[in-house]
Nanobody, 125 residues
């Protein structure tokens, strides 16, 4: 099994920044692409960003392109999401997720095998 623990959420003013972290433990050798998803109240969970195991390939939702950056440190089994220029439409619970095999779509929620508990991001206007 793989355990994912997110941290770094909080309250920030619109235009501000936050950095989320996701630490993986357990059978981390079986983890490949990792991603971030978010869920606002009353809405479905949506894709935010993902990164391959090598870090060479990343993909982002259109709504966050140019503002968010995903990165990973495999030595620490940690993935990061740097969020800049936060907007009022960015709040929600941010979830870290990991795929257990290669060759899957990076932005497709059902393709992820492991999930963290989530961390709350709130943006004040």
């Amino acid at each position: 099994q793989v355990q994912l623990v997110e941290s770094g959420g909080g309250l920030v003013q619109a235009g501000g920044s936050l950095r989320l972290s996701c630490a993986a433990s357990g059978r981390t050798f079986s983890v490949y692409t990792m991603g971030w998803f978010r869920q606002a109240p009353g809405k479905e969970r949506e894709f935010v960003a993902a990164i391959t195991w090598s870090g060479r390939s990343t993909t982002y939702a259109d709504s966050v392109k140019g503002r968010f950056t995903i990165s990973r440190d495999n030595a620490k089994n940690t993935v990061y999401l740097q969020m800049n220029r936060l907007k009022p439409e960015d709040p929600g619970v941010y979830y870290c997720a990991a795929q257990g095999s290669v060759g899957r779509a990076m932005d497709d929620l059902p393709m992820y095998d492991y999930w963290g508990q989530g961390t709350q991001v709130t943006v004040s206007s």
